[in-house]
């Protein structure tokens, strides 16, 4: 049965946090709020910040906890390993297999391997980023990949796991942060499975998809689901903003900004969507 709205939030690092909630504000002020979605799918970024729009702070305070440095919370500094490093390494490994479980699992083998910081460091940097930890009452999706077998796992309120579990194994950056434990299973980050993850929205007449990265195939894609759909992509400046590393906590201020000016700009197709 066809639903009526999704918003889909991809994956993108500190910056991508920071720019979609950026993008999500500037909308919202020029009469394009899509926070009453039917559905939000998460991935990655995305998961934290659709888990924040569950939060109970508007937009404006939500945009505030990016761009404000005085309010930003602690991040911990990466391993050294780069989102360029890791998508080389993925790019190394999609070129030595053409089979995508098999693919999953090299990427997986490598998250368990990687030395990072513990699972319980990691965890006290998502709960402090998350206002709120309850799953908020409508559909919110999760996406994260389990890093043994490689299959892919969609998170919701009724998965029986902590919001913060969730969101946590979403943004499990292979080789940078540790995968979570939930059950007897570690996850990693659902940008394993797809940068956005758009096509669990397929049953959605509307679709609007904020991707602070694209991959291979993206525009396929788009043109795969069956619904409306307006894409939001970072513009030059928001790219400038992003600097050269994602996970870079001082790119957050820049990219919020950014976001929101972009977010102001394109509110009026955004609008003709969603309204």
Known sequence: MEQERALVLGG??????????????????????VTGADLVIGTSAGSTVGAQLGSGLTLAELFERQADPARQNEELAPNGTSLDDLMRTMGSLAEETADVSEL??????????AQTVSEEARRVVITARLPKQDWPGWPLYLVAVDARTGESVVFDKDSGVELVDAVAASCAVPGVWPPVTI?????????VRGFTNMDLAQSYRRVLVVAP?????????VEQLTGRVEVVQPDDEALAAFGTDLLDPAVRSPAAVAGRTQGRRVAGKIAALWN
């Open 213 to 221: 990265m694209v991959e291979p195939g993206f525009d396929d894609q």
């Open 183 to 191: 059950g007897d299973a570690r996850y990693m980050d659902g940008g």
């Open 104 to 113: 999953r699992r090299r990427i997986g083998a490598l998250a368990l391997s």
């Open 12 to 33: 993108g690092g500190l910056a991508g946090i920071a720019w979609q909630t950026g993008v999500l504000f500037g909308l919202s002020e020029e009469g394009a709020d």
